[in-house]
């Protein structure tokens, strides 16, 4: 079985940092394309940055020059940097990966519980 959980959340003053992380574990082959996506109330899920195994980032325009995403193959794990935090980035925030669990196995998506993010005015 394989587990995403993400942690570094909080309430923070505009114009304040936060860094999240997520760390996947159980059995894992390779993992492949790593995300993170936010949810605030009322509004769909939608994705904030996307990394893949190469390591090669894009994000969303409107995190763009603010947030960074980042990952450690070697401890499976991915990070979300964000800097000057706006009260619109307050949403919970979930960490996604699409994981091979054996060589020549299926690919299959997992999602972390998420982490609250909260930004004050």
């Known amino acids: 079985q394989v587990q995403l959980v993400e942690s570094g959340g909080g309430l923070v003053q505009a114009g304040g940092s936060l860094r999240l992380s997520c760390v996947a574990s159980?059995?894992?082959?390779?993992?492949?394309?790593m995300k993170w996506f936010r949810q605030a109330p009322g509004i769909q899920r939608g994705v904030v940055a996307t990394?893949?195994?190469?390591?090669?980032?894009t994000y969303v325009d409107s995190v763009k020059g603010r947030f960074a995403i980042s990952r450690d193959n070697a401890k499976n794990t991915l990070y979300l940097q964000m800097d000057n935090l706006k009260p619109e980035d307050t949403a919970v925030y979930y960490c996604?990966?699409?994981?091979?669990?054996?060589?020549?196995?299926?690919?299959?998506?997992?999602w972390g519980q998420g982490t609250q993010v909260t930004v004050s005015s």
């Open positions: 996604n990966a699409a994981i091979q669990q054996r060589k020549w196995g299926a690919w299959q998506n997992y």
């Open positions: 159980g059995e894992i082959s390779h993992i492949g394309d």
């Open positions: 990394i893949t195994s190469a390591g090669d980032p």
